[in-house]
């Protein structure tokens, strides 16, 4: 017997010598740690069973009979049940069933004195791995053990692999079906063999119905030809297709879908499938491809490219779309020897509807307008807006002026009707400018801009209307345009200059004030009068800033005169409604005042009354800031405007300054009951009155004889430089001086009056 085996050795026959003195397990062989359970009625079989196994390297659980053995299974995992057959109360055929029926995972080897035929194929039957019988030798039994365990592993390794296999296809199957890309295989005659679920999100077509068909059946037909060469692709490499661009078909149905049209865009990708043969001779399989919905992307770009050349605010074509249509036009045109027609519309008094009523109301009055207006053009001329209240209006094909004439006549009457916004009647007009393509210009540009200009003139004749571009419209323009540069200039070196006109009291023939009037110091033309480049300041802007350097200039003019002349005189400055529309105008003006330290009731500020009405209430607030900080407001030009007691009553008005119009009318004898009628609401009201324009005696003595006791006009004084006003003050203050002494002192008496105004 040999030394490691335990005597007696019951069950165990064979040459002992044969076991080796340590046995080697082939743990590469296993890939886990078996569990045995020795299940045998004998003790002795079943201890002599055990140390064998744990020789070897194997765990080991001991059972004696068939309950046991069951219990433990429902418990304990094992691996491996060395069964004896012929066991009381519950043999190895009952446990065998048990295992069966309870689906144990767990291999068996058969170990039992029952030799028949009939019971080894019974047990192998109900499942056994092998058949042992008592007794049997040592390596036959660890044999069996070893390669019943092996197979058991390489079973276990296989379901593995297996499962491992089916989740990577049910997650591939996922990943494909779940994909946001339809992807496909073709079979080498262009037939589907494989599309992913997509196909029915997309197109609406289930999967089987599209298993086997043509790939042709979803092509968009124009797109056919293209599709030949890509959806059907054999090339592979950086030969093969990729984010070309195709259109696929949708299902036809008589049922609603999900979809905005029949076809939809796709980008695909896609490459040729090739296997090769034992001679490396390669054979077309198919075609796979991979077809992305583009839809959000292509509506995307679409979107862009109308925001690009449309008005989001009206819809009408932009500007860029307008130039590229009055291209075409004008090639057609010159084809066809047919003129056509550009007409410039700027909304009158936008920028007062906007303040008043509010932007919102102001946009929707813009859609009502840009509607209106297209609904009385043809579907061939182009509607533009191309500014915040201006339109340009292509007419091509049009036979004369006349053509032309009739439609701008026609806006200006249906855009006469109101708009009804938010309950709100709105009454709107139109200044139009005309040019005739090709007599007002070859190009487009050309067109527009005299257009512009044709449109400008109506705006300075009084708004509501049309013109059509003359040639003598260009140099007005040109002259505009180099005054307008000039001023830009002349702002910002330096060549503006002051010229103060006197204010005098009539009674006694002193000087009480002056009135600051800005003359341009051109390098080359001299002295210009306000009334060349006033106007080009109002509408290029420029007035803002040059009524700044005034204000500025002359507070600091006052304010040396005090400290150097001991002169104290009040001090008129004349302001532009942009000024007083601007947010920061009360601070600005405070400024100057603080840093200068000019005494309260110095600085008079004269305003005309139409820039007080274009937004009274605004005009009332920053007055009253003014005047609340002792600034003297004056109404200047009083009586040619919109007067009305209502509105002196509520602005902090001090001083009405009368037109000059109504001065040059004074007579010596007849009617001058409009003048009384001023004088005598100047002293109701209790303000100060001056009148403007003074030329002649009479007119002195119907003033005074009338209660008005400040004038100013050349009778007096023409506007001086800074010189010769205080030269003037200083010979005033050294003689007794009347206004008539006064008046001959001062010389160069011109028969008009100057434009005085800012």
């Known amino acids: 017997m040999h030394s490691i085996y335990p005597s007696p050795w019951r069950g165990i026959e064979g040459d002992l ?35 064998l196994l744990r020789l ?31 066991m009381p109360e519950m043999d190895g055929h009952q446990v065998m069933a048990h295992i069966n029926s309870h689906n144990i995972d767990c291999d068996i080897i058969v170990v039992s004195g029952e030799t028949t035929f009939d019971h080894a194929t019974q047990a192998l039957r109900k499942g056994a791995q092998d058949f042992l019988r008592k007794p049997y030798a040592p390596d036959e039994l660890l044999r069996a053990v070893s390669n ?17 296999l089916e989740e990577s296809e049910n997650l591939h199957k996922f990943i494909v079906n779940n994909s946001p890309d339809m992807i496909y295989l073709l079979d080498q005659d262009g037939r589907f063999s494989f599309i992913n679920e997509r196909v029915e999100t997309l197109l609406g077509y289930k999967q089987e119905d599209i298993l086997g068909e043509h790939f042709s059946k979803l092509i968009f037909d124009d797109d056919i030809d293209q599709a030949t060469y890509t959806f059907n692709e054999r090339r592979t490499g950086d030969r093969a297709t990729r984010s070309t661009e195709l259109r696929l078909c949708c299902k036809h149905s008589d049922t609603p879908k999900y979809f905005e049209s029949r076809s939809v865009p796709i980008e695909l990708s896609s490459i040729g499938i090739y296997s090769v043969d034992e001679e490396n001779q390669k054979a077309f399989v198919g075609t796979y491809g991979v077809a992305r919905d583009i839809t959000e992307r ?10 690009l050349y449309h ?28 003129k056509l027609a550009i007409l410039y519309l700027d909304m009158d008094r936008f920028k007062i509807i906007n303040d008043s009523l509010g932007h919102f109301i102001g946009d929707e009055l813009l859609q009502s307008v840009a509607q209106r207006l297209r609904s ?9 807006r191309v500014g915040g209240d201006e339109f340009n209006l292509l007419i091509p094909e049009i036979n004369d002026m006349q053509d032309a004439r009739n439609l701008a006549e026609k806006i200006l009457r249906i855009t006469a009707d109101p708009f009804i916004i938010k309950d709100k009647e709105i009454f709107v007009s139109f200044s139009i400018g005309i040019s005739i393509y090709p007599t007002d210009g070859d190009t487009k ?14 705006k300075r004749a009084g708004k509501n209307g049309y013109a059509f571009y003359a040639d003598e419209m260009k140099s007005h323009f040109s002259q505009s345009l180099d005054i307008e540069n000039g001023l830009r200039k002349a702002i910002s070196t330096n060549e503006l200059c002051l010229f103060y006109q006197p204010q005098y009291d009539i009674l006694d023939g002193k000087m009480v004030g002056v009135e600051a009037l800005v003359r341009w110091q051109h390098p080359e033309k001299g002295i210009i009068q306000p009334n060349e480049f006033i106007s080009v300041a109002e509408e290029s802007g420029l007035i803002v800033s040059l009524g700044e350097w005034v204000l500025r200039k002359a507070c600091t003019d006052i304010r040396r ?14 302001i532009s409604v942009q000024q007083l529309e601007m947010e920061q105008f009360v601070a600005k003006t405070l400024k100057i005042i603080k840093r200068l330290n000019l005494p309260r009731n110095i600085l008079e500020l004269e305003i005309t009354e139409h820039a007080i009405m274009q937004d009274m209430d605004k005009a009332i607030h920053t007055l009253s800031q003014l005047a609340n900080k002792g600034v003297r407001i004056a109404i200047d030009d009083f009586g040619t405007g919109y007067s009305s007691l209502g509105y002196l009553q509520t602005l902090p008005i001090n001083t009405l300054k009368m037109d000059r119009s109504f001065v040059q009318g004074i007579k010596s004898t007849g009617d001058n009951s409009i003048i009384n009628a001023i004088i005598a609401m100047a002293k109701g009201l209790n303000l100060d009155l001056i009148a403007e324009g003074v030329e002649q005696q009479p007119q002195i003595d119907h003033l005074l004889a009338a209660g008005c006791r400040l004038a100013q006009g050349f009778y007096y004084s023409r506007p001086l430089p800074e010189e010769e006003l205080i030269k003037l003050i200083k010979e005033a203050s050294s003689a007794s001086i009347t206004g008539k002494t006064t008046a001959t002192q001062s010389t160069q008496h011109p028969t008009t009056q100057e434009n005085h105004q800012i």
């Open 311 to 338: 008005d989001l605010l009206t819809n009408l074509p932009n500007r860029t779309l307008f130039r590229d249509r009055l291209n075409m036009a004008m090639a057609q045109s010159k084809r066809s020897g047919k």
């Open 376 to 384: 009385e053009l043809r579907e061939a001329d182009t509607l533009a």
């Open 148 to 164: 019943t365990l092996e197979r058991r592993s390489l079973k276990q390794d296989n379901q593995s692999i297996l499962k491992r």
């Open 56 to 86: 070897s390297g194997y765990e080991t659980t001991l059972a004696e009979g068939g309950h046991e053995a069951v219990e433990l299974l429902s418990h304990e995992h094992f691996d491996l049940l060395l069964l004896d057959l012929n």
């Open 298 to 307: 292509k509506q995307a770009e679409e979107l862009i490219k109308y925001q």
């Open 561 to 574: 005169w005090i400290d150097e002349e001991s002169v104290t005189l009040s001090l008129s400055v004349n």
């Open 445 to 458: 540009d050309a067109l527009i801009k005299n257009a512009d200009m044709a449109m400008y003139k109506v």
């Open 17 to 51: 010598k044969r076991i080796p003195k340590k046995i080697k397990v082939n743990t590469q062989q296993r890939n886990f740690l078996a569990r045995i359970l020795v299940v045998d009625d004998e003790p002795r079989a079943r201890a002599s069973l055990k140390e």
